[in-house]
T-cell receptor, first 117, second 115 residues
């Protein structure tokens, strides 16, 4: 199947700083990318949907000014957590899809563990 | 409001036996359902899916059953193998065939297959 990478896999940052997480589709062009976060023993929660070249669509309750998403190319989307706080510590996972009309071809990255101290 | 529910946080079965993972949903607009497998510190991997126009889909050892009237689906793994030990997520989509197929996930069920 298609490969999606995320970088970094783990990051520890101090409260108040910003952290950027990259999501790349390595062998296909991703028309749509999704960002999720997962707390321990919880489900994956969709944060936002981004289509290349347009603004991301955020889910209710997700602060767009805090979680900046940029989908500048068909192979790269970035999530920047601005002014991070300890409650932002979580596992962030991206997924990417090549086709608009398929439900099952959404490929997930390995995730990024963010710890804010 | 949990629209996709996996009420069993964990399940333990013996190798060779059947594993049955259950999932319930509340949103009647969901028309496409997927199962993902997830190992620790990794992203989910797609396993099998089913459209609401079907009630069963089979792929090797994995079979998904959908009961629309009960808003219930289940994943059967037979025979279960130790390598199947992972967290299984049920997911649903309300935009089958559309361009915005957001997935709503359940909390997952940790399956342990004992040798």
């Amino acid at each position: 199947g298609a490969v999606v990478s995320q970088h970094p896999s783990r990051v520890i940052c101090k409260s108040g700083t910003s952290v950027k997480i990259e999501c790349r589709s390595l062998d296909f062009q991703a028309t749509t990318m999704f960002w999720y976060r997962q707390f321990p023993k919880q489900s994956l929660m969709l944060m936002a949907t981004s289509n290349e070249g347009s603004k991301a669509t955020y889910e209710q309750g997700v602060e767009k000014d805090k979680f900046l998403i940029n989908h500048a190319s068909l192979t790269l989307s970035t999530l920047t957590v601005t002014s991070a706080h300890p409650e932002d510590s979580s596992f962030y996972i991206c997924s990417a899809s090549e086709r608009r009309n398929s439900n099952d071809e959404q490929y997930f990255g390995p995730g990024t563990r963010l710890t804010v101290t | 409001d949990q629209q996709v529910k996996q009420n069993s946080p964990s399940l333990s079965v013996q190798e060779g036996r059947i594993s049955i993972l259950n999932c319930d949903y509340t949103n009647s607009m969901f028309d496409y359902f997927l199962w993902y497998k997830k190992y620790p510190a990794e992203g989910p991997t797609f396993l099998i899916s089913i459209s609401s126009i079907k009630d069963k889909n089979e792929d090797g050892r994995f079979t998904v059953f959908l009961n629309k009237s009960a808003k219930h689906l289940s994943l059967h793994i037979v025979p279960s193998q130790p390598g199947d030990s992972a967290v299984y997520f049920c997911a649903a989509s309300a935009d089958s065939g559309g361009s915005n197929y957001k997935l709503t996930f359940g909390k997952g069920t940790l399956l342990t297959v004992n040798p």
